[in-house]
Structures are given as structure tokens and as C-alpha cells.
Nanobody, 125 residues
Framework: QGELVESGGGSVQTGGSLTLSCSAT????????MGWFRQAPGKEREGVAQ???????RYADSVKGRFTISKDTAKKTLYLQMDSLRPEDTAMYYC???????????????????WGQGTQVTVSS
């Protein structure tokens, strides 16, 4: 069993930027689909961005053009660059690693996955 540790959250004003990082230990990093999810108070957890073993990326419509997912295989670290942040982006952001190399849509639970502990992002107007 591995471990995912997120960092980089914080408070910014509308239009600001943040970069989230997720350090993955104990996994064959290059052999997994990985993603970022978020959960706002009173709402269900939703997928934000994902990247498969080959680097193929997918984004939720709400973040397309503003967020960029990337990974550094040598460092075993997943990133989420968030630009043009909006108040509706306020949420706890979670890193996830799926037990498959291809991403199962946003249904990581269907194939089994691990979660990080989350990092809070707050965007004020």
C-alpha cells in the first residue's frame, strides 16, 4: 500500500493561481492513471483532471482552459496548475491513483483507488 500526500493549497483572490502537488510513494508511478478530484461543502466529490500512464489528459468542463494536470515520473509527483481561479473552485482537492493504467472515466472507485488526505483551496471574490 502506497501513500499520496498533497500540498500547495491556500487562499487566493479571484483570478489568482495555485499549483497543487501530490507526492506518491510506494507505487509503480508510471503504471497508473492519476487524477485530481475536489469536494465542496455539501456537494459530492467530483473529478477535475486526470492523466493516464501515457500522459493522455482529460478535464472537467468547468476547468478546461484554466487548469493543467501534469506529472513528473522521476519525482513521482502529480501536479495541478490552477489559473484564473473562481470562487466556485473553492473546495478540498484530493489526489487519487487508480489501480489501472488507463483512466476509468471519473469512476476511479470502480477499479479501486487510493486517495490523499486533501488540500484546501479557497478563492475569495
Amino acid at each position: 500500500q502506497g501513500e499520496l500526500v498533497e500540498s500547495g493549497g491556500g487562499s487566493v483572490q479571484t483570478g489568482g493561481s495555485l499549483t497543487l502537488s501530490c507526492s506518491a510513494t510506494g507505487y509503480a508511478f508510471r503504471e497508473h492513471c492519476m487524477g485530481w478530484f475536489r469536494q465542496a461543502p455539501g456537494k459530492e466529490r467530483e473529478g477535475v483532471a486526470q492523466i493516464n500512464y501515457a500522459g493522455l489528459k482529460r478535464y472537467a468542463d468547468s476547468v478546461k482552459g484554466r487548469f493543467t494536470i501534469s506529472k513528473d515520473t522521476a519525482k513521482k509527483t502529480l501536479y495541478l496548475q490552477m489559473d484564473s481561479l473562481r470562487p466556485e473552485d473553492t473546495a478540498m482537492y484530493y489526489c487519487a491513483i487508480a489501480y489501472t493504467i488507463q483512466c476509468p472515466g471519473w469512476e476511479f472507485k470502480r477499479v479501486g483507488n487510493d486517495w490523499g488526505q486533501g488540500t484546501q483551496v479557497t478563492v475569495s471574490s
